[in-house]
């Protein structure tokens, strides 16, 4: 397995941009494509950390806390960060933080502080705003079901407990198609009108791409016209704390 494996999962369970804009979450020091088969995960990693990464073979450190929160101007080993990091270095031993992205999300780690405690009905104590996108699509209908549900499987439409909320209205739009074109519906250079539904969804941050993609590959149309615009909206399920 490859670094890069390993934070694609790790990321995919606490996305880097929910992360504090103080925070330096990531991949701090190392080659995503080095293959490895042991992992030590830590607190903090301190040069004991990495020692036993050392002791047991370990080509990757997944810790809480970043070593590095700010830049290095200069790497010989007059503090514990930069002997941290050369030591690292030198046995090829990456160090990977998942920090405040990993406090942020719902089932992170303040929700299992939580459950330790013995708390219920926990939600999180300050949910984050610009979060969340809306976006807009214009579809003819009897592309609608196909389009909505390639945006669900996305991840896209899901607002708190509830799964798959959409808005569509009707209404018609028009084009013409120049001679470069390959239109889906109409004719070249004669103006069409089609009968279209807008659907409207929201889209969590970390999901943009992947829900323009989907919507984009199940769109019938050459060129799909949409709109993706930050929201003011919370989001419910990402932010700092946890309360019950």
Known sequence: MTI???IASLEKLAPPIYQENYD???????DA????????????CIEAVVDEAIAIGAGLIVAHHPIVFNGLKRLNGKNYIERVVMKAIKNNI????????LDNVQHGVNQKIGQMLGLKNLKVLAPKANMLYKLISYVPVDYTEKVLQALFD???GNIGNYAECSFTSMGKGTYKANDSA??????????HAETEERIEVL????????TVSALKKAHPYEEVSYELYEIQNTIQQIGAGMIG
């Open 4 to 6: 890069k494996d390993i």
């Open 94 to 101: 990456a160090i990977y933080a998942i920090h405040t992205n």
């Open 24 to 30: 330096n979450s990531g991949l701090l020091v190392g």
């Open 203 to 210: 889209v969590p941050a970390h999901l943009k791409s992947a």
């Open 182 to 191: 390959q239109p889906f519906l109409g004719e070249k250079n004669i103006r």
């Open 154 to 156: 996305s991840g896209a």
């Open 33 to 44: 494509a080095q293959e490895i088969n042991k992992v030590l995960v830590c607190l903090d």
